[in-house]
């Protein structure tokens, strides 16, 4: 997936899990400048669509690429959880005029991410706890934001 192009989100509707294709990036009021990472849970343009269920969204994804190095020399890592063919960030959604947008979470990054990427890392939901995240209370799905457990993940 790549900003501002189309990738996969589940979400639920009418109780029923859903597949679509939504956008990557929620475009921000008054600029419209596209957020693909939301960190700052308290905010209130992202507590809206984090109080409501229905603006939840698991993102599958295989793997994620975290990059080091200077603009010119840059090198990607990936990070996968080998265990798993398919892991999803906790993501959230909203119509806009040009179609249906996601984002996705971040936290403090875990040991294995923090040596790249210091800043942050995505929110990789438990399988055990994709149902939480798609209807739990807003206190309940945020404390669910912290980081994924660094001996179940690989970075190649």
Not at 11 to 29: F, H, Q, S, T, Y
Request: proline share 12%.
């Amino acid at each position: 997936m790549f900003p501002k192009r189309s990738g996969w989100v589940l979400r639920k509707e009418e109780g029923v899990r859903r597949l679509d294709m939504m956008r990557w990036g929620i475009p921000l009021p008054p600029t419209g400048k596209p957020v693909t990472n939301v960190r700052n849970l308290a905010s209130p343009f992202w507590r809206s669509m984090l109080k409501s269920p229905a603006r939840r969204c698991l993102v599958p994804v295989t793997d994620f690429c975290e990059w080091s190095g200077e603009k010119g020399a840059k090198q990607e890592h990936w990070f996968s959880l080998p265990s798993k063919p398919i892991l999803s960030f906790a993501g959230i959604w909203r119509p806009t005029p040009e179609g249906n947008a996601y984002a996705f979470l971040t936290c403090e990054p875990n040991p294995l991410v923090a040596p790249i990427h210091a800043k942050a890392m995505p929110v990789i939901l438990h399988d055990e706890d994709y149902d939480r995240w798609l209807d739990g209370e807003v206190d309940e799905v945020c404390s669910l934001a912290t980081p994924f457990p660094s001996q179940l993940m690989a970075v190649g």
